[in-house]
């Protein structure tokens, strides 16, 4: 019996799992079909690309990950304005949810590439070395 109740423990998180991934989809779907009609308003953020969207475990907390052309640096300065389109991105996206809550929204800056681009350079110098030695 206690290993029957571990095994649909187990099915139920998988399903949870799953139907967070579908939600976190749909949600990047929407904001960026949103964003895009922001980017006709504010043209300064046309260089703003959502990445990814994150949920919490709960789903009341949903993070968006956002590249610029100009780094870390141009996010930082267009911060604010990205900001200021934070509560109509919410009711927009509550109008498209068909749940009870729609999730506060955090807008963070996505370091993903720059990290792969990092790694590419060290790996770059670790073959140039090892070139060297065998020469």
Known sequence: ?????????MKRSKVSYIKRAQRASFLQHQVGSF????????PSLATFTLTRVE???KGGMCNLFFMCAGGK????????QLVVYKPGLRH???????????PDLMFKYDETLEK?????????SLKESDTQEEQ
């Open 1 to 9: 019996m206690l290993a029957l109740k571990h095994t649909i423990i």
């Open 35 to 42: 964003f895009v009609t922001i980017m006709q308003d504010e």
């Open 55 to 57: 949920l919490s475990d």
């Open 73 to 80: 640096k141009e996010f930082e300065e267009k911060f604010n």
């Open 92 to 102: 927009a996206l509550s109008k498209a949810l068909n749940s009870r809550y729609c």
């Open 116 to 124: 792969v681009e990092k790694i590419e350079r060290l790996l770059d």
